[in-house]
């Protein structure tokens, strides 16, 4: 019998629940596509470095919303805690079809533990985004967001991994000063083709919060990982 501590799933139940109920409200629904690819590569004992690219399409998968490459370094304490520090250089997509550059910087601290064959994740993330250095009068100011992220993966056997998540995003500057402004809850499932392919596939509802017109985005999205 598998045992997990009441209050994990206590505060997963009550955030799923909350969180897919609100989606039916929104003023503006769009759905989207994200594309990923990613490499992995094992550094130094316990030390990895990752590069991806990733391609998001909107406008109801008719046009590519944002671009961007994305690169770091993870280092794994132990079974249960990893760090991580990653640079993302980002093309947004404009109204009038130009793209706007973004500089991010974030840092990432995830805990996990198993229960098998269920895992638990909890993942929070500090991060400074910076648009339009040198191009806009209101360009380079930072954006500083805390996101947390929780997960539960069900390990069916050595190539399926089901898994459910939610994500809040808490703005920590103006002009956005609300306790979330962006909520994502997602379901997919991992597959390990071996040692070195994964593949990994999941459906998104994206939900923006306090803007005077909020979109909910409904996304599919396909990853694939080189583990070297």
């Known amino acids: ?32 596509l994200w594309t990923n690819i990613s490499l992995e590569v094992k550094v130094a004992d316990k030390l990895t470095a990752t590069v991806s690219q990733e391609f998001r399409f909107n406008e109801n998968i008719s046009e590519l919303g944002a671009y961007f490459t994305d690169a770091g370094l993870g280092y794994k304490f132990n079974k249960f805690f990893q760090v991580a520090a990653n640079y993302r250089f980002t093309q947004r997509r404009r109204v009038d079809d130009s793209y706007s550059p973004r500089n991010r ?6 805990f996990q533990k198993k229960f098998k064959p269920i895992e638990f994740q909890f993942r929070t993330r500090l991060q400074d985004q910076y648009a339009d250095i040198g191009r806009a009068s209101e360009g380079g100011i930072a954006e500083y967001y805390s996101r ?40 997919g499932v991992e597959y390990a083709l071996s040692k070195h392919h994964n593949f990994d596939l999941y459906y998104m509802i994206q939900k923006e919060l306090h803007l005077s017109n909020p979109i909910t985005y409904f996304i599919v999205g396909v990853g694939y990982l080189y583990k070297w």
């Open 148 to 187: 947390n992220k929780f997960s539960i993966k069900w390990e069916l056997n050595k190539l399926f991994k089901p898994y459910l998540s939610v994500e809040v995003f808490s703005p920590l500057n103006y002009p956005r000063l609300n306790a979330f402004d962006n909520i994502r809850t997602s379901a």
């Open 1 to 32: 019998m598998i045992s997990v501590p009441r209050y994990l799933l206590l505060i997963f139940a009550i955030a799923m629940g909350g969180l897919f109920s609100p989606v039916l409200l929104a003023q503006q629904k769009d759905a989207g």
């Open 105 to 110: 910087f974030y840092v990432d601290l995830k």
